[in-house]
Every structure is written in structure tokens, then in C-alpha cells.
């Protein structure tokens, strides 16, 4: 039986802007399993990336509980967060957020190097490859189109081979055939390398080519905490 | 096309960005004002320090004076300086006689001097600071200080007393009761002098065309050396004349050139950091800048936008800057200078309205420069580019698999991704420390490098104040062994050296060294007659008594190094050969290499003359006689029961006051303390540091303003390059680079930062040192680094480059969560 490795407890999340609070997350109960891929789904401001951001350790809980691998990241600070996400996580954010003081290489290494561990010069190679970057690896950010700077900001969350990958909308900038190339390569690694794949989209098509389908609605999993919601 | 009227939303825009932006133009602001403070303060710190140093050296020389003609001069030589264009005033000064005696001391060393109207009334009156009476009219009246009456051992006498003196001018020794007419205090080497009237002068054999001294000044304050060499070849002086130009007049124009070198470095300083944070502000806003392009907005406008929020944020910069300034160096400085105690007299920090112009000038410039390329910048991309649009990248990061070296190579990486900030941190930073490098070398130095005289081998040296010219008897033992072994015991003291002495009798014979040197002498004394004086010398040979000065090896090491190092070390400790002491004219060369003979009561000796020392360290004594310098082991051989002399005492450590006050405490308790006459290293510190009358305070407040300036700079570079950073650490940190690891990251870049700046200083920056203190180097005395303020500076530095990018860090992240701060730039 597969293991849970992502849950969350009556997780609630609200902000403060001006006068108003903003409930982002309202109470949500759910749980992925180890090695799965399930992408979350709803309207714009309905909590999906806070959701993903509370999972990744970028953002805390107002109340509630994250435990990931075991572990309830409420109770870590901000040293262990940050170990926590350079080992466990493998973040793609839509704005790709590259660093862009360096070129591609080095961005996707920058967290093996942040630990200090030597790089697995052909596993990297391999990504290079399957992800049609091997020969932008001089070049910087900047001069790289968007397709390719999501395809740069995947190689680095994969380079650490982490257990769980969260992807916020990784095709939001993309043309519709770079989409799926880049979610069908996600896939592929994912399984390949026994990785969790948690995809944020708000494209239908993009979000059934997950394992399971969760829909986020104010804030609260709609139709169950942890149901396929619409596989078919 | 008609043109738009779009004046009114251009700046309207402008004014609101600034306003929603404060922060960022707060910085900009900062900056110019910061850069218009600094150009404002080192011009008037300049120029004060050139007016300062004119107004030092008149009152070391004690009056002012630029140009001096000694030896006597002709009414020719004095209309042609009256009818340089050049020359401001002329004056007339002369000597005319030596103080021997009053009734109250028998060995008062004291002149009398004649000055004209322009001499006292204008070139001597910036340096007095109170007249009591007036200048002498009559034949038998005086001017005196409270010094020369000390000497004279009448202290108590005032303005309208009479006053019993013995003096010598060129018509014979005399004794006279003189009415003083005033007493004058101020500066000056001339405070134990009388001044007499013109009638007096006139009396005592003395006249203008032989032994009078003209004294010009330069109207301009500098003069280039072929001014000086013009006006010496007009003067057509004779070989007996002498033509000197004073230290400061001679440098003037290197001094002026290095303080507008030094401002040279803070305009370029101030301008590499207004472009660089104007590129900051603009290259910032491209995305902005991008969209009101997307709206519609025209280059120009953008330019004319760019334009206005600068000029806006220049113009009040520059006027802040300017106030700042002002109020500093004008208001606060002397206030708190005045809090301290610290006398100020009336040589504070000066207003030039030429610096208020020249720094406005200035710092408008390196707006207008500066904002060009960022204008540049903004202009030339596309408003697509401009979405997307980041600073260049030229750098490639290097593989590296050690995470100890990670952080020194992302750190070194970071330097080098904007070269041009880089370098405007390196140089803002070097320039403060270089700036504040420099100053404090030359406030360190300031009077040694002016005025000390430096050949002096000693801390403090101590006479023996009892000889009697033509008594030979005369000499008692004012220091003994007990005294000198009192001293030794002293603290402090690295080394006593004592010179030994025993009156000597020259044999007289016709064209012998002694007829020789009885022909010099009278040839000084214009009342005497050589034939008859020689005569005398035959009869009372004791009368013109000489000295034998016996020094020890070390001293002789010192004294045979100031000759070049001609004297065989064996020879004059043997006693085969001697140095004589003359502190006249030129002894004629065939006199050195001569053997002469000598006696010591009835015993006949015989020394060669290897050298001559034309200075008086070993003792001006009184005898008409000459001295010879001999080693004190021949001394020793010589007689059994040698007179001390002198004591020369060097100090551990030179101008220490405590060792010093040791000293003075127990001549004072000597019962010889009447008879011993003292020469302190350090009371002529005072001397020079009165003189300079707070310029030291006020030097290093100002070095120590311009550091903060430069420390400020850098707090401001760097607080708007991390502003631009916000989004790289935020990403590092969704990424898992912990706040620590950023943290470790930081301190590398400020060490980095520091040790840049500081290799520079050392470098380029001791070279500028060097050469600015060569150039107001007057006493020639050798280079030495003032090294813990150094060392306090670069500590100061290292503090403040790794502090600032690390609370700078801590204040962008605040308590804000990663995504908070990554949503910003969505």
C-alpha cells in the first residue's frame, strides 16, 4: 500500500489587507500519496497557490497543520524550512523565477550547491536533454523565451531528485503544444524518479493528464477532501 | 504638427512619482545631497587649510612676510619692490644691537630690532594679539613682551617703567636706562626682542644699506616659483645679499594644486556615485517606464519625465547638501570645538562664497552626467523589452562543487555582474579613507613637517647657562654628577648624553688660525680695531678663551652623519682629529685638514680640523674663542674635572608630556636652576600647535566628517543595489538557500567590498599620501603613517561594509514570508 506523503489538517490561511481580512484557505483536509500526481484546479483567488505555497514550506498556516513525510512543518524554523525545501521540494513557479545572475547551469545546480553536494553530472545531462535545453546552458534568463525559461526553472526543481514536485501553474505562460510537452515531461520524470507531482493549472486539459483531479472553491476542497473530482 | 500641451500630465507624473516612490528618490535625494556636502566641505576645508597655513607661517616668522632680503639692501631694490604690481606691502626691518646684561641678570641673550611704519603697522599686526602703549618715538624708549622681560629677570615691569640695560652695537658695549613704551603680545620667533625707535637706531652704528632686512608679501596668496625667480632677478642683488623666499610662498602654488587635486578625486567620487544610483533609480523603473511606453508616451516625454524628477530631486539635493555644509562646517564645528574648550581664535573654518558656487556647479554637473545613460537606457528598449527587462549580466558563474567556496564565489560573482557599481562602491569608499588617510598625515605631521627644526638629536636639552665672554673663570658646574645621575633615574627616558667641556687658550700668531679667526671677529664688531684687539689677544690671551666639547660615540655617529660622514670614526676617538663648531659665516677651506695648536691651563696640545658644524646643538657658548668638537674619551685624557655643558636627552617616546614634566620638575628643584637654560622638543610643539590655532581640531573633525560621508555613501549604495536584489534573494530562498546561508553570503560581499577599498588606499592611496605630503614636506622630514587612526579607519570600514548589507537584508525581508515578497514583482 502506498505510503500518504503530503496532508494537511483544517488548514486556514487568512490575510490581513487594509481594514479586511482575506480567508484564502478555509479549512482544508487533504492528503496525497507518495508518488502520485494530482493537480489542483479552481477560479482565480480560490486558495490554490497559497495552498501549494503552504505545502512547499514558503508560506505558514494561520491555523491548521501541514505534515509532509511525517513532518509538521509548523513546528520548523526558519533554517530547517529552508533545508526542508532545498532536500524535500522541487518548487516551478509560473513566473519561473530564475535567478538572474546566473546563467542556466548554475541556476539549475544552485540547490545541489547550496548543500554542498557534488552534482550527478549525467543525471543533470540527461535533464539538459530531455528537456531541450542542453545548449542554453551559457546563457542567462534573460535571453532565454518563456517556454524555455519554465523548461530551465523544471530542470532545477528536478535536479535534486525531491520527493515531491510543486509546479504553480507552470504552463500559464506557455502556447498550448509547449504545455503539454512540459507537463508530459514532468510526468514522465516524476515516475521515472518515484517523484510526488502536485500541478496547479487552471486548464482542464493540462490538469487531466494527472493521477487525480482536486478542485479548490473559497477556499474549501469541493466534493470531498480527497475524491476524484472530475477524472472522466 | 502642432505640438502637444502636455506639460501639465508630464508633471503631474513627475510629482507623483516621486511622491508614491519616496523611498527610492529619499536615496537619490541622500545621495546628492551627500555628494554636494562633500565637494562643498573639502573645497572650504581647502581652502581654509591655504589661508590657515599663510597665517602659520607669519606667525612663525612674526610677521607676514613672503620674501625676504637679508645682508642689507639699496633705495633702488626697495622702490622695486614698492612698484611690483605683485607685491602688497614692504617693510624694513634691521638689528641693531645684543642685550648683555641688566641689572636683574648678567647673561641676558636678547636683540634689539627696528622695524619702519609698514613693517609694524601692516605685516607685524595680524600676528599681535594685544598692544599695550605704542611703538617707541623716542631715543630711549623700548617695546618689550613679557618674554624679554622675563629674561631680563624684571617681569614685573609695565608700560612707562624704566629699565637698566647693557647692550653691544656696532659703536661699543653700553649701559643705558630705557622708558618702555609698550608691551605687545602675540606670535612670532621675535618675543624675546626689544624693539627700538627710529632715533635709536640711528645711533647704533647700524644702517639699512649693510645690515637691514626688507620684507615683502605677495598680494596673491599664490605665486608660481617663476613669479619668485622674476622678482629676485629685478632686485639685481649683490653676492653679499641674500634672497630668501618663505616655505609656504614657495609652495603655495603645490599646496593649491593638491587640494584641488584632492577635490578632483571627490568630484569624480561624486559623480561614478550619482550615476550610479541614478542608473539604480532608473533601471529600476524600466517596467514602469515600459508601460507608460505601451500607453502611448513618447521617448521625449519619457525623457522630459526623467528630467523633471531628477531636476526636482538635484536641485533640492544640491541646495540640502550646500545648507548641510554650511551649517556644518560653518556652525556645528566651531560650536562644538567651543564645547570641547578648545581655543579658536580667529582662524575657524571661512565662508567662500566661490565654494558655494563651485560645489553647486559641480554636483548639477554630475546630475546632468549622470542621468544620461540610464535616460539612455530607459529610452532605447522597447516597451516589450521593457516587461521583461533585467540589468545585464556580463559574468559567468564559474563551477565550483565546495560549499565552503560557494559563498565566495557567488560574493565575487556579485562584484563583478555590475562592474561600474563596483567600482563607484571601491572608489566612494577608498576616497573617504584617502581623504581622511591624507589629512590625518598632514594633521599628524603638521608641525614637525612645517616648522620643527628636525635635525635636533634630542627631546630636550639642558645647558649650562653660566660662561661669561671674556672671563674664563666664568664657567661653574651648574650640572653636575648628581644632577645628571637625578635625570637618568628618570622615567621615560631612552638615552642621556652629556657634552663635556674645558675653557682652552689658542696661542696667537700672525696668519695663524687664531689671527684668523680674531680678524672674523672683529670684522663683526665694527667698533673694534683689528690691529688693536690682536694685540690684546697676544697680552690676555684667556680673554678670548675657546672650548674643547667632548661628545661620545654615539653622538658623534648623529653629528658625523649631518657632515656627510667625512670624519674617520678612529681618528676622532683617538683625538687625532676635531670638528669645529662655528655657527657665522664660511670658514675658508684651508683651514680644514689644518692642525692647530691649543692649551689647556700651561700644557700645549695639537688637533687637526677634519670638519666644520655650522649649528649650535653642542652649545652656543660665550666665549670669543673657538670650539672644538672632540671625543669624550680624548676629553677624558685631556683634563681629570671637564665641565658639563650639556645634557641632550632623548625621550621613549618624543613629546611625551608626563616624561617631560619629570624632567622640568627637577631642574626646577636644582640648585643650579637659575644657571640652566632649557630647549624642550615638545614646548616648541605648543609653540608651532598655538600657532596653528585649532587647525588640528578642526582637520581631523573634518577628516572624520568626510569618512562618515564616504561611510554614508556606501550605506547608500548599497541599500539601493540590495532594493534591486529583493526579488534574486527571495527566489534563493524559495529555492531552499536558508537566511543564514544569504547572511553568509552577505558578509562576503562586504568583506569583499572593504578589502577592495582598502587595498586601494594602501595602494594608490599611501602614493597620493605620500605625494601631498611631500609637496607641503617644508621641513623635508621623512614620511611616516599616523598608523592606528589607519588601522581605526579600515576597522570602522570592515564594521560598516559588513553590517550594512546585512540589517539592509533584515529590513527588506522583515517578517514578510517568501511569497509575500515574491508577489511584489508579479
Sequence with gaps: ?232 | MLANNNRQIINKLAKNTVRTNKRQFSILFVTIMLSAFMLFSVFTVGLTYLDLSRLQNSRLYGSEQDIVIMNGFTTNQKETLINNSKIETVGVLSYCGSVKSSDMDSTVNAAFLWGDETYWESQKSPIRTEMDGYYPQKENELLATEEVLAECGKSSLEVGDNLSITYEDNTGIHTKVFVISGIWKGYGTDKENFYVSEDFYKQTGYDLESSGILQAKFKSNYVTGKTIENLKDSLKLSSAQVFQATDYIEKSLTILLAVFGLGFIICLSAYLLIYNILYLSVSGKIRYYGLLQTLGMTKRQLVQLIKKQMAVVGVTGIIAGIILGVTISLTLIPHVIKVLGIPLGNTGLHFYPKTLVLSALVSGIAVLCGVRTPIHIATDVTPVEATKYRDNIEITYTKKNRKDNLYWHMAINQLGKNRKRTIVVFLSLATSLIVFFCLTTLIDSQGKRTVYPNYWNADFIVYNDTQITDDISSLQSAIDDKFVSDIKETKGLKEVHTVKGVPVTFPYAKNSFSDFWIKSYTELKPYLSYSETALEYQQNPEKYYGMIKGIDESEFDYLNGTLGNIIDKQDFLNGKTAILQYAGFEIPEKWIGSTIPFSIGTERQEIVIGAVNYGDYYGATANIGANLIISEKYMESLTANPYILSLNIKYEQSYEVETENKIKNRIESSLYSSDLLCLSKYDDMKIIQDSQSGMYEIGTAISLLLLLVGMLNYINTMASSMQNRKLTFSIMESVGMSRKQIRKLLIREGILYATGSVFITLTIGIGITYFVFQSMNYMKISFTLPVFPLIYAILLVMIICILTPLITYKKLVRNRSIVERLREFE
Excluded: W
Aim: charged share 25%; aromatic share 6%.
Design chain 1, 1 to 232: 500500500m502506498e505510503n500518504i506523503i503530503v496532508k494537511t489538517k483544517s488548514l486556514k490561511k487568512y490575510y490581513e489587507v487594509g481594514t479586511h481580512t482575506v480567508v484564502a484557505l478555509n479549512g482544508v483536509d487533504f492528503e496525497v500519496k507518495e508518488r502520485e500526481f494530482v493537480s489542483i484546479i479552481g477560479k482565480s483567488g480560490c486558495g490554490k497557490s497559497t495552498l501549494l505555497h503552504m505545502l512547499g514550506g514558503l508560506d505558514s498556516p494561520t491555523s491548521g497543520s501541514v505534515i509532509v513525510d511525517g513532518i509538521n512543518l509548523s513546528e520548523m524554523n526558519q533554517e530547517q524550512l529552508a533545508l526542508f525545501r532545498r532536500r524535500k521540494i522541487g518548487f516551478i513557479f509560473q513566473q519561473y523565477n530564475l535567478i538572474p545572475d546566473l546563467n542556466v547551469y548554475d541556476n539549475i545546480l544552485f540547490p545541489l550547491e547550496l548543500d554542498g553536494v557534488k552534482a550527478d553530472k549525467e543525471f543533470v545531462q540527461g535533464l539538459l536533454k530531455t528537456l531541450h535545453i542542453v545548449d542554453k546552458t551559457e546563457m542567462f534568463p534573460s535571453m532565454l523565451s518563456g517556454g524555455e525559461q519554465q523548461r530551465v526553472a523544471i530542470a532545477r526543481a528536478l535536479a535534486t531528485k525531491p520527493a515531491i514536485i510543486l509546479a504553480d501553474e507552470p504552463t500559464g505562460n506557455l502556447d498550448t503544444s509547449s504545455s503539454h510537452d512540459v507537463i508530459g515531461l514532468l510526468k514522465i520524470v516524476a515516475r521515472e524518479y518515484q517523484q510526488t507531482l502536485i500541478v496547479i493549472t487552471h486548464d482542464l486539459d493540462i490538469a487531466q493528464m494527472a493521477d487525480r483531479i482536486v478542485r479548490l472553491q473559497d477556499g474549501k476542497l469541493v466534493g470531498g477532501s480527497d475524491s476524484d473530482v472530475s477524472k472522466q
